[in-house]
């Protein structure tokens, strides 16, 4: 079955970029999703069709896709930015979604 | 505004039957797809089903295919997922969500979940 690769495991100091990645051999041609996720809570979309931000968002976080690898980008990051954040894309039929293992972010 | 809510989780035998249903308001049901997405305690995100907005195509991820049937119901506003043949690896909180669009997109708006619990 098709899978997103992402790091773990992220940790920056605030007002540092924090860089996101996911691979997944469809991204060429699958737009990826960003969603955040803060303890207790249900998911928030911060990034779709690879780059766009839905309102509401800080400007702070962008997106971009090259080849089998998608980014997500936090420009000075914040304390309120800590969590666990996921790519969602799907595989190359377009039916069958799939998620990103997470990778937990940690601004300290 | 967009609202949705889950119900129907619990406690249950492994190889039993559970139906989740989600009741869905504040926007135009027919018109958007609806996915579940499933976390099991401490662990990520799992895609689990979506159907269409008119109900013609549902796909599954391969985990639950066989076992499991995602259904909508207009009259009600509601989309269930049956859940059959229970295994305590299904131990998760159940998530309802919108699809952007007809149910080839991305979840947007999500419930806040109901947990189900495997266990004997």
């Known amino acids: 079955s098709y899978e997103l690769t992402q790091p773990p495991s992220l940790s920056v100091s605030p007002g540092q970029t924090a860089r996101i990645s996911c691979s997944g051999d469809?991204?060429?041609?699958?737009?990826a999703y960003w969603y955040q996720q803060k303890s207790g809570q249900a998911p928030v979309m911060v990034i779709y069709?690879?780059?766009k931000r839905p309102s509401g968002i800080p400007e702070r976080f962008s997106g971009s896709s090259s080849g089998t690898m998608a980014t997500l980008t936090i420009s000075g990051a914040q304390v309120e930015d800590e969590g666990d954040y996921y790519c969602?894309?799907?595989?190359?039929?377009?039916?069958?979604?799939?998620f990103g293992g997470g990778t937990k972010l940690t601004v300290l | 505004q967009v609202q949705l809510v889950e119900s129907g989780g619990g406690v249950v035998q492994p190889g039993r039957s559970l139906r989740l249903s989600c009741a869905a308001s504040?926007?135009?049901?027919?018109?958007?797809?609806m996915h579940w997405v499933r976390q099991a305690p401490g662990k990520g995100l799992e895609w689990v089903a979506v159907?269409?907005?008119?109900?013609?195509?549902?796909y599954y991820a391969d985990s639950v295919k066989g076992r499991f049937t995602i259904s909508r119901d207009k009259s009600k506003n509601t989309v269930y997922l049956q859940m059959n043949s229970l295994r305590a690896e299904d131990t998760a909180v159940y998530y309802c969500?919108?699809?952007?669009?007809?149910?080839?997109?991305?979840?947007?708006?999500w419930g806040q979940g109901t947990l189900v619990t495997v266990s004997s």
């Open positions: 969500a919108r699809d952007e669009k007809g149910g080839g997109s991305c979840p947007d708006y």
């Open positions: 969602y894309s799907a595989d190359s039929s377009g039916n069958h979604k799939v």
């Open positions: 069709e690879d780059f």
């Open positions: 469809a991204l060429p041609k699958k737009y």
């Open positions: 504040g926007f135009t049901f027919s018109s958007y797809g």
């Open positions: 159907i269409w907005n008119d109900g013609t195509n549902k």
